[in-house]
């Protein structure tokens, strides 16, 4: 393994935008650009636009990619639509989560499956370990793809300067082909900020025309260049979890509240996808006795919560911080925590996060905690 961080097709144009750049996953990727407060309200009001070429791509193509992928991941693949994308995971056969993922639809035959950018070669070998006895192919395009964000309210304004696209008829996790700032692009309309946005692939030599193109068309409305930081804050109040944080290896998607992506009525493979058994015994065991449960906490002090902390309810331990940070949307630190079943419910009283020893008083709120108006 080398020490040197990856650098994405933006890495010089960042730099002269005066990026705080910061090691992410082995990539050097901006953290912030200015004040992470004005980029998180940017998208929250205007738009936003974002580097994630660290993500990782994997294309996965032949005639059996649909059975491959039903077998590899929990979701059922075979009801995505050409040009849709779902929201999925790959468990290890313990059920335990190894990442969660998008799957596009490209094609008849062919598929794009999108990691989180420290967990793409852990992906990617899983798959091909996976993928003995179909007829497929799986192909690492890491090197192929650069991939930009516009995120925000002001986003299909934006979009719809620099592309004829239909972006109208482009719905919620769908991705059509076309050309934006005159280079080929696939646009999809996903993200993970909470806010209407789209997410564009496209080869790396074309990303600076598209980040220029991009910028000059969001500058009347107020765009601004968004690092990873306001990336954190924007999901953590969507309610949008992160791997490492969220999810991890130790639990199972229905131990993270996510069991509804566990497809156990596939049509292809019903059986025989990686973990089916385990994830069957952990879906029994949360209906029996519901594990810790997901939920929100909103602090009544100024003291900000961090991952790891515990949560406490009568002198006792009854979860652990996932994620928490200042909220700039609601003014107040805000954090995802697992909560004892017994704790977890909205406006449960006396629930606090030891921070540095002191019980410091948390609201109990259901996730998530910003849902944007349609």
């Known amino acids: 393994m080398s020490n040197t961080s990856r650098h994405t097709a933006l890495d010089a144009l960042h730099r002269d935008l005066g990026a705080t750049m910061t090691d992410f996953a082995g990539w050097d990727m901006p953290l912030r650009y200015a004040s992470e407060r004005d980029e998180h309200n940017a998208v929250r009001t205007r738009a936003g636009l974002f580097d994630l070429s660290h993500m990782g791509e994997i294309t996965v193509t032949g005639p059996a990619a649909v059975d491959l992928l039903n077998h590899a991941l929990v979701g059922n693949i075979g009801s995505v639509g050409v040009g849709r994308a779902r929201y999925t995971m790959i468990c290890q056969a313990d059920g335990g989560i190894l990442d969660d993922l998008i799957v596009y639809r490209l094609g008849e035959t062919e598929y794009m499956v ?22 497929a192919v799986i192909r690492d395009d890491r090197d192929a793809y650069a991939l930009i964000a516009v995120q925000g309210p002001e986003s299909p304004g934006i979009l719809k300067a620099v592309t004829d696209a239909d972006l109208d008829g482009l719905k919620y996790y769908a991705g059509l082909p076309g050309t934006v700032a005159g280079v080929p692009a696939l646009i999809a309309r996903t993200g993970y900020t909470g806010e209407d946005g789209f997410e564009l692939f496209v080869a790396p030599e074309h990303a600076e025309q598209l980040w220029r193109a991009l910028t000059e068309a969001g500058a009347p409305v107020g765009l601004v260049p968004c690092g990873l930081s306001c990336r954190d804050t924007l999901r953590l109040e969507a309610g949008m979890p992160l791997y490492g944080h969220e ?7 229905f131990d993270a509240g996510l069991g509804r992506v566990v497809k156990f009525d596939k049509t292809t493979h019903a059986d025989d996808f990686v973990g089916v058994e385990a994830l069957r015994a952990a879906a029994e065991r949360a209906e029996a006795a519901p594990p810790r449960k997901l939920v929100g906490l909103i602090a009544q002090g100024r003291r900000v919560p961090r991952a790891g902390m515990s949560v406490v309810a009568d002198g006792q331990v009854v979860g652990e911080v996932t994620s928490g940070a200042p909220s700039p949307t609601l003014g107040k630190p805000i954090a995802m925590a697992y909560v004892d079943a017994a704790h977890a419910a909205p406006g449960t009283a006396g629930v606090g996060v030891d921070i540095r020893g002191t019980h410091e008083p948390y609201e109990v709120v259901a996730l998530p905690f910003y849902k944007r108006q349609k």
């Open 247 to 253: 999810l991890t290896t130790a639990l199972t998607p």
């Open 114 to 135: 999108v990691a989180n950018a420290g967990n793409a070669q852990v992906v990617l070998d899983a798959l091909t370990e996976r993928a003995g006895g179909f007829d």
